[in-house]
């Protein structure tokens, strides 16, 4: 079974500052591996997604993760946030040719400063 | 092409009642995952069905919990004779199929089931 470890329950960053949000998972078998974001009385949208291929795997806001296999990471930046990025993100695990059940980790919280 | 629809978005039960919420998926998905997110906390599998199937419910109370996914219709997850620690948020993804197909999970907004 796979799980995942976000070790920071609580980031806090000024505004126009860089951020990594850190994730590390456990798994016997490959995985495909996700970034959802949580606004606010929001449910989740995916924010970005690793399947195969290029390691460095980027959104359309300016977020991006690099799959690392041999530190079993997958690590989210960005190099200089937003106000509006405040929020909470979940990284997600699940086990390629498995049942496809996402096993999250336990959240996030990106707080940015004026 | 709506996206995950659940209802209601805000339940108060009082203890002992029953809670029933609705998860629509999007159109052509066949797939239903249930998560439930307590507060502080991450989300957690609750059960995993298709069509008329439950396919996994490892992550399902044993008791006073239930849920399915008729031919018609949206999946229910209901929730016996509440309790105060059944108050959390419960989100529903839905998903067009399983495998190598079902690699992201489409999530409705959650219900906030609040129980006094």
């Known amino acids: 079974a796979q799980s995942v470890t976000q070790l920071d329950s609580q980031v806090p960053v000024f505004e126009e500052a860089p951020v990594e949000l850190r994730c590390n998972y456990s798994s016997s078998v490959s995985v495909y591996l996700f970034w959802y974001v949580q606004y606010p009385n929001q449910g989740l949208q995916l924010l970005l997604k690793y399947l195969s291929g290029s390691t460095l795997v980027e959104s359309i806001n300016g977020f991006e993760a690099e799959f690392n296999k041999s530190q079993t990471s997958f690590h989210l930046r960005k190099p200089s946030v937003h106000i509006s990025d405040t929020a909470e993100y979940f990284c997600?695990?699940?086990?390629?040719?498995?049942?496809?059940?996402?096993?999250f980790g336990r959240g996030t919280s990106l707080i940015v400063h004026p | 092409n709506a996206g995950v629809m659940q209802n209601p978005r805000h339940l108060v039960r009082r203890r002992g009642q029953e809670a029933r919420l609705r998860c629509s998926p999007m159109k052509g998905h066949s797939h239903v995952y249930w998560y439930r997110q307590l507060p502080e906390e991450g989300l957690k599998f609750m059960v995993y069905?298709?069509?008329?199937?439950?396919?996994?419910e490892s992550g399902m109370p044993k008791e006073r919990f239930s849920a399915e996914f008729p031919k018609e219709g949206p999946s229910i997850l209901r929730i016996q004779q509440v309790v105060r620690g059944d108050s959390a948020a419960y989100f529903c993804a839905s998903s067009p199929a399983g495998g190598v197909l079902g690699t992201e999970a489409f999530f409705g907004q959650g219900t906030r089931l609040t129980v006094v």
């Open positions: 997600a695990v699940s086990e390629s040719g498995g049942s496809y059940i996402p096993t």
């Open positions: 069905l298709q069509k008329e199937n439950i396919i996994d």
